[in-house]
């Protein structure tokens, strides 16, 4: 079964502090890998895909990276405006299916000033 | 926001009525998505249609039908509601199977059955 798993499910963070959050996933055949921003009462906000092990990409104080088995999205020196929901979701559904994705239940961030 | 309209954005409706939520977009893309999200749970696929008339079930597609009829709307019909789907709904849209095709949200129907 395919599956995706965040952790932590919740993180605290002063201004400035380094971190990185995990996605780990299980999938027969992966397809893609995305990053998403959540902000309470509105939809996810596309941040990253990823395909293929190796794979980076960066947007602002944001890194994702992508190996056989997990991601990590990378956040440097973090600001406030940074706290949100993140989700990591996984495309592995048949073709037809276009851009489904199964998503983890997400990590909370929380920055400090 | 990726020209996606839900509509109503909050409803309140007793147990064994009929509720259809509707979403509108205005880009033309052949994929339409229906999730649900809920604490404990994320997001999760209800329904999803890959063009006029074309649809088919998701993880969770019990208790809920969709309609296509046109490229620019797809309805979520709960024919009888139940406590257990008070949930926070979610329509998205996607252009191809293409890569850089990601999934664009909007920003959601909060419905509660009572």
């Known amino acids: 079964e395919d599956q995706v798993t965040q952790s932590p499910e919740a993180l605290r963070l002063q201004e400035g502090e380094s971190s990185s959050l995990n996605c780990s996933y299980t999938v027969s055949g992966l397809r893609g890998l995305f990053w998403y921003r959540q902000d309470p009462g509105k939809g996810p906000e596309f941040l990253f895909t990823l395909y293929s092990a190796g794979e980076e990409k960066e947007k602002e104080r944001l890194k994702a990276t992508l190996t056989k088995k997990e991601s990590f999205l990378h956040i440097t020196a973090p600001k406030p405006e940074d706290s949100a929901t993140y989700l990591c979701a996984v495309q592995a559904l048949p073709r037809q299916a276009g851009t489904a994705l199964i998503f983890g239940k997400g990590t909370t961030l929380s920055v400090s000033s | 926001d990726a020209g996606i309209t839900q509509s109503p954005r909050h409803k309140v409706t007793e147990t064994g009525t009929p509720v259809t939520l509707r979403c509108h977009q205005t880009?033309?893309?052949?994929?339409m998505y229906w999730y649900r999200q809920d604490p404990g749970h994320g997001l999760r696929l209800i329904h999803y249609s890959y063009g006029v008339k074309d649809t088919d079930k998701g993880e969770v597609s019990d208790g809920y039908s969709v309609s296509r009829s046109k490229t620019e709307d797809f309805l979520l019909t709960l024919e009888s509601a139940t406590s257990s789907q008070t949930s926070v709904y979610f329509c998205?849209?996607?252009?191809?199977?293409?890569?850089?095709?990601?999934?664009?949200f909007g920003n959601g129907t909060r419905l509660t059955v009572t």
């Open positions: 880009e033309n893309h052949r994929y």
């Open positions: 998205a849209i996607s252009e191809s199977v293409l890569r850089d095709s990601p999934l664009h």
